[in-house]
């Protein structure tokens, strides 16, 4: 059994060095007090900064559940890199809006996801990445086509 390739082995093994070594340098650079998660939540909300958006719009972008979108926005708004503001249209909603904070630390930990990019597709060709890429993305339909059997 241990000689036989598992791939759901290697992508969990790979998922957790990922995530030790990007909370080391998240750590190393001062902002150890935010997670894969959030850091992921700051940047999407800042390339998005002009556009309203909710939570029910991460929990799609990032495949997350609501109480798992709630639990992180609650610490992003705790820590003080988000607020949430009444929607002009819609007061029940709340539009996710990145603080000043969270806008001065945002290219820092963007630069260093880019060089984590870097360092994890070393190596590698252009074609190898989309292929790769390609690869993950079959993994990710495979197991969507069978949500309806676990949720």
């Given at each position: 059994m241990?000689?036989?390739k598992?791939?759901?082995?290697?992508?969990r093994?790979?998922?957790?060095?990922?995530?030790?070594?990007?909370?080391?340098?998240?750590?190393?650079?001062?902002?150890?007090?935010?997670?894969?998660?959030?850091?992921?939540?700051?940047?999407?909300?800042?390339?998005?900064?002009?556009?309203?958006?909710?939570?029910?719009?991460?929990?799609?972008?990032?495949?997350?559940?609501?109480?798992?979108?709630?639990?992180?926005?609650?610490?992003?708004?705790?820590?003080?890199?988000?607020c949430?503001?009444?929607d002009?249209?819609?007061?029940?909603?709340?539009?996710?809006?990145?603080?000043?904070?969270?806008?001065?630390?945002?290219?820092?930990?963007r630069?260093?996801a880019?060089?984590?990019?870097?360092?994890?597709?070393?190596?590698?060709?252009?074609?190898?990445?989309n292929?790769?890429?390609?690869l993950?993305?079959?993994i990710?339909r495979?197991?969507?086509?069978?949500?309806?059997?676990?949720?």
């Open positions: 241990d000689n036989e598992h791939v759901g082995y290697e992508l093994q790979t998922d957790i060095m990922i995530r030790r070594f990007a909370e080391h340098r998240r750590t190393a650079a001062g902002y150890g007090d935010l997670t894969f998660a959030q850091g992921g939540m700051i940047h999407y909300l800042y390339r998005h900064r002009e556009e309203p958006i909710y939570q029910k719009d991460l929990e799609k972008r990032f495949d997350i559940r609501r109480s798992t979108a709630t639990g992180i926005l609650q610490n992003l708004e705790k820590n003080g890199y988000i949430r503001s009444c002009a249209g819609d007061a029940r909603m709340k539009q996710i809006v990145l603080t000043q904070t969270a806008l001065d630390m945002e290219e820092a930990v630069l260093l880019e060089e984590d990019e870097a360092l994890f597709c070393r190596g590698m060709s252009e074609e190898e990445i292929r790769l890429m390609d993950l993305g079959r990710r495979n197991i969507a086509e069978q949500e309806d059997t676990y949720d």
